[in-house]
């Protein structure tokens, strides 16, 4: 899709915020990865969620009072999400973070897809499906092993020590990742310009990050189809498709997608 011309002014000033910030981070929630096919479940009607509710499904009592009910819809999400590619919006924050330009990447998604298109320094404060945890002896596992566990046909994978293991996921009613999340704070505080990409900013505690980042005297750049919270004290403010607006700006800075 071709940026109207309102869209590549932005494009421009958001480079310039770019060159002028010593410190940049990205904070990104479900918005940026549905151009790979993944839908936010908080949109309705959408695939797998659409029968199931979601704080029910995926939360610690689930898991906890009935694992192979768990792992039986569960499985079906993994198994989506690990065969999902990033899109250019993903790509794009990669390669910025490369020529130096971002410095810190805090995500709300669980995708591994930052990391997949080649981003190294990623907070990811909802956990993330690329291992599986023993709640009972801290072992943790690859996805690898969880998917051929499951391909196999056990019902439940389980650790060594016999517990069965559970997402590296935050599931509803679990606590965050501690150490995630104090980067994320430290990372939001530090940030001279934090450009928040496909979130609405309205789950906490992520939703709290960028008043930290205004209120240490940083600046504040909301990429995001929807209004958030946080617009009206936003510096620039896009509403285009990720896919479309990041790799322009990574083109004006000069990071090749390569
Ligand atoms: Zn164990």
Known sequence: MTLS????????????????SAFTVVLTGAGISTASGIPDFRTPGTGLWEKADPAKVAALDAFREDARGFWRFYSQRLSRLGNVEPNPAHVALACLERGGRIHGLITQNIDRL????????????????????????????????????????IEVPCCDCGEALKP???????????????????????????????SSLRVWPVAGLPEMTLNAGGRLAVLNAEATPYDAE????????????????????GCSQA
């Open 114 to 153: 930052h990391s997949k298109a080649g981003s190294g320094e990623v907070a990811e404060v909802h956990g993330s499906i690329d291992r599986a945890e023993c709640l009972a002896c801290g072992d943790d596992y690859p996805y690898d092993r969880v998917m051929d566990d499951l391909s196999a046909g």
């Open 5 to 20: 011309p309102e869209s590549l002014e932005r494009v421009e000033r958001l480079g310039r915020l770019l060159e002028e």
């Open 168 to 198: 590296g996921v935050t599931l509803f009613g679990e606590d965050l990742p501690p150490d995630a999340l104090r980067t994320a704070v430290g990372w939001a505080r530090s940030a001279e310009l934090l450009i928040v990409a496909g």
């Open 234 to 253: 936003a510096v620039l403010v896009e509403r285009s498709p990720l896919e479309d607006f990041l790799p322009v700006v990574a083109e004006r800075l």
